[in-house]
């Protein structure tokens, strides 16, 4: 869905994952995951915009194994190149490695240069 402000898209489908552990006796994880996810992006000046996705990983292989990603940022152009954009994002998963938590959360701020 798209409007003068706004963009909203939907994905549904599959993923493969290869996931290589820390504890060397764990050695790899292969698991085919569903994936359905939402991302907004609002806009309503030309130099600002809010984006927000949600992505849902249930396990097909792995039953019971449930991952999430959520990202929130805000875009700021400063001139015609130039912009910053803060970003916070929390990734989850209720089965973790062993000794690792189930969030990670953490935050990035980012200066860079478009050339549109």
Known sequence: MMGRHANVDGVAGF??????????????????????????????????????SAWI???????????????????????????LRFSVYDYFDNQPQAGTPSNNVGGVLSVGWAFH
């Open 15 to 52: 993923a493969y994952t290869d996931q290589i552990n820390q504890q060397a006796s764990a050695g790899t994880q292969h698991s085919i995951d569903g994936v359905v996810a939402v991302e907004a992006e609002f806009y309503r000046f030309s130099a600002l915009h809010f984006a927000t």
């Open 57 to 83: 990983y249930p396990g097909l292989t792995n039953a019971g194994r449930l991952r999430m990603t959520l990202n929130q940022s805000i875009y700021y152009k400063l001139t015609q190149g130039p912009y």
